[in-house]
């Protein structure tokens, strides 16, 4: 997780001090270093947690004639194979992948999104054109949020544009996007896709990139998911698929950690992760308190205790295993934080107890490995999204 933030402006100079507070409330996403970076009509802000190469990953990054600048969250996992098809174009400096998505971007253009097998939320500012595009990945793994309020700025997270306006512009934003609470009270997994709590902030969307010029702000999506393209073929084999899956996301210079329930998306993640690489803990939620709301079997902590199945996996993976204790009036007041750190209100209670069992993990892991989406990908959910 790194943070990244921008401002755009070709009427007004750039205001230095504002990049400064977008970087500084980031810092939190990225405690390995910080980087800014003031170019004609642009100004880029990056804070850093470094997964690949260590010391020479810092950004912003330019391409070698110093045209193409870029700010860059996520991890593209077949960065190597993409390296060796652009090698002949393109004097590499460092072996991490912020380089050659840049790469890729002035090879191919936005054609090189299609070729990304990873998660990723990026700007490229381009010198010479005067113009930048922001894109995100196609599930939208990785965040970020844009506002033309003004001028055009971006931010990993919708909230630091909400603090960083002027003062008029922060008073309506804080008023609140109607058509986002709408979305979140009528259907809250879903909301939160297009339009931040915040309003006149935007998320980018799944598949989704912006170009920006002198001419404007126009929108287009490079990718549509469908995850599944053939009606009624017979299932396929998927443990090569899942195995490759998982050996690719282990591409980091730092042990990557597990969150292991004991069921079966997550100790598949956790059995070939650790497997493959024999570093990084897991954790599991432990809830206290649940006897007491037993009477509510609508309830996560009323019928779930993942304690016995997690520990039995984790022996039979000879992984180092941590339980994190949550109490379910004590840690009420974490709601607050869960919500600020989501940028939604919690819809379930597990919302909070992820938001501290992620706390304990991050005192020994920079990155953690999970089971997601498993349900909607390969049990055919389907949630009112429109």
Request: with cysteine; charged share 25%.
């Amino acid at each position: 997780m790194c943070g990244i933030a921008g401002i755009i402006d070709y009427e007004k100079p750039l205001d230095r001090d504002v990049l400064e507070q977008m970087q500084v409330a980031l810092r939190h996403r990225g405690p390995d270093g910080q980087g800014l970076r003031m170019l004609p009509h642009a100004g880029l802000a990056h804070t850093r947690l470094s997964l690949l190469d260590l010391a020479r990953g810092s950004q912003p990054m330019h391409s070698p004639d110093a045209r193409y600048w870029i700010v860059y969250n996520g991890e593209v996992y077949n960065f190597r194979e993409l390296r060796r098809d652009l090698r002949d174009s393109w004097d590499f400096s460092t072996d991490c992948d912020t380089e050659v998505v840049l790469a890729a971007w002035v090879a191919w253009g936005r054609r090189c999104l299609t070729q990304f097998n990873g998660m990723f939320a990026f700007f490229v500012w381009d010198t010479r054109e005067e113009k930048g595009w922001l894109a995100r990945d196609l599930l939208g793994i990785k965040p970020v949020a844009w506002t033309n309020e003004g001028n055009f700025r971006f931010a990993s997270e919708a909230r630091v544009l909400a603090i960083t306006q002027g003062a008029a512009t922060r008073e309506a934003a804080m008023q609140g996007d109607k058509l986002s609470i709408l979305e979140y009270f009528i259907a809250p997994h879903c909301s939160g896709v297009a339009h931040s709590m915040f309003a006149g902030i935007h998320y980018l969307e799944p598949g989704q990139y912006l170009e920006i010029s002198r001419a404007g702000v126009t929108s287009a999506f490079w990718g549509d998911y469908n995850p599944h393209p053939v009606v009624n073929a017979p299932p396929p084999d998927l443990h090569p698929f899942l195995e490759d899956a998982v050996q690719r996301s282990m591409v980091s210079d730092v042990p990557v950690g597990y969150l292991l329930s004991g069921g079966v998306d997550s100790a598949l993640v956790t059995r070939l992760g650790y497997g493959h690489t024999g570093r990084g803990n897991a954790y599991t939620i432990d809830i206290h308190g649940r006897d007491r709301f037993a009477e509510n079997r609508d309830s996560l902590w009323a019928v779930a205790d993942d304690v016995p199945y997690a520990a039995r996996a984790a022996k039979i993976f000879g992984v180092p295993h941590y339980l994190v204790s949550i109490d379910r009036l004590r840690d009420a007041r974490h709601i607050e934080e869960a919500a600020l750190a989501n940028e939604l209100i919690p819809v379930l209670e597990e919302e909070t107890a992820l938001h501290r069992l992620y706390e304990r993990a991050a005192r020994d892991q920079k990155t953690i490995a999970v089971g997601e989406i498993a349900d909607e990908t390969h049990l055919r959910v389907s949630l009112p999204v429109e």
